[in-house]
């Protein structure tokens, strides 16, 4: 199933990552703003949807964080309109475990709209929300260098749930800012994306 592949997935992630905990590097940030532009491939579908993603999250207390996200996007297929918006809010623990490795869970609120339209097409609407659950690793094998990887749960009330592995790489050209790619892969959905990080906490 996707949930256990996904979690093999992460235990390979942690054990390929365990030597870099030798070394020391600068502390990871939960007070970051990011923007990136994002693609999701539908199986089934022959167009890419495709777009933006802003991210924040805000160090409220020693290892606890809040966290938001909003992705717009949108797709063009047979003369009709698709837009998709999603929104994610919720709150986190990072362990650290290591001078440069952190665990971390999740738990938040999201909410998905698509909105159709197009000539000769009435075009609808579909509002969904629920739940999100979270846990992932964010390590700094060196100075510059950050790698993330995390398995996220969704239930949605109407749409049923879905559970994706995703994996990061940062590279902080300054110490408060990093040029990132990243994937999000799901069971009929893949998402890649590239941006930058404005890491401004510690």
Same mark, same amino acid.
């Given at each position: ?42 199986? !089934? ?88 659950? !979270? ?68």
């Amino acid at each position: 199933t996707i949930m256990r592949k996904s979690n093999l997935a992460l235990i390979a992630a942690i054990v390929a990552l365990s030597p870099v905990a030798a070394t020391q590097a600068e502390g990871i940030s939960y007070t970051y703003a990011d923007l990136g532009y994002v693609v999701t491939d539908i199986d !089934g579908v022959s167009e890419d949807f495709d777009g933006f993603v802003l991210r924040g999250s805000i160090e409220i207390a020693n290892n606890w964080f809040v966290y938001g996200r909003y992705l717009d996007q949108s797709l063009s297929q047979f003369g009709v309109d698709f837009d998709l918006q999603q929104f994610s809010i919720g709150g986190g623990y990072a362990w650290s475990f290591a001078p440069n490795m952190d665990l971390y869970g999740k738990v938040g609120y999201t909410q998905a709209e698509l909105d159709t339209s197009g000539q000769g097409f009435g075009g609808f609407d579909i509002d969904d929300d629920g739940y999100e659950l !979270g846990v992932g690793l964010r390590a700094r094998p060196m100075e510059a260098l950050e790698l993330e990887g995390a398995i996220t749960y969704v239930d949605l009330s109407d749409s049923g749930d879905d559970t994706s592995f995703g994996v990061a790489a940062r590279w902080f050209f300054t110490d408060n800012f990093a040029l990132g790619i990243e994937g999000d892969f799901a069971d009929d959905a893949n998402t890649y994306g590239f941006g930058v990080r404005w890491a401004f906490g510690k």
